[in-house]
């Protein structure tokens, strides 16, 4: 179980679609640039699997670019965060200046 989880883990961190919410114990895999798919089952779970949303098909940033911050939604804790600093979404300023 721990070298899947080091899988998911590595392969988030790669991949500029998906980030982690930054928010302790959530831990829900969240979609940068892309809006998330209905959930399938409404029942409320903690498993780890359900906290993972599934990659739409189509993406709203290019893939040969990195998309810029943005806000991302956590679907588990409906947290707004910040892609770029992973703080609370800041709309009216810079990372740097949200430091």
Same mark, same amino acid.
């Given at each position: 179980?721990?070298?899947?989880?080091?899988?998911?883990?590595?392969?988030?961190?790669l991949d500029k679609f998906?980030?982690?919410?930054?928010? %302790?114990?959530?831990?829900?895999?969240?979609?940068?640039?892309? $809006?998330? $798919?209905?959930? $399938?089952n409404s029942s409320s779970?903690?498993?780890? /699997?359900?906290?993972?949303? $599934?990659?739409s098909p189509t993406p709203?940033? /290019?893939?040969?670019?990195?998309?810029?911050?943005? %806000?991302?939604?956590?679907?588990?804790?409906?947290?707004?965060?910040? /892609?770029?600093?992973?703080? %609370?979404?800041?709309?009216?300023?810079?990372?740097?200046?949200?430091?």
């Open positions: 179980l721990k070298n899947i989880y080091f899988l998911l883990f590595s392969e988030v961190e998906r980030t982690w919410c930054p928010k %302790a114990g959530c831990e829900t895999i969240c979609l940068v640039g892309q $809006q998330p $798919q209905q959930p $399938q779970s903690n498993s780890s /699997s359900d906290r993972i949303v $599934q990659l709203v940033v /290019s893939s040969s670019s990195l998309p810029t911050p943005c %806000a991302v939604h956590c679907p588990t804790c409906r947290e707004d965060f910040c /892609s770029g600093c992973k703080k %609370a979404w800041h709309p009216t300023m810079s990372c740097e200046e949200n430091t």
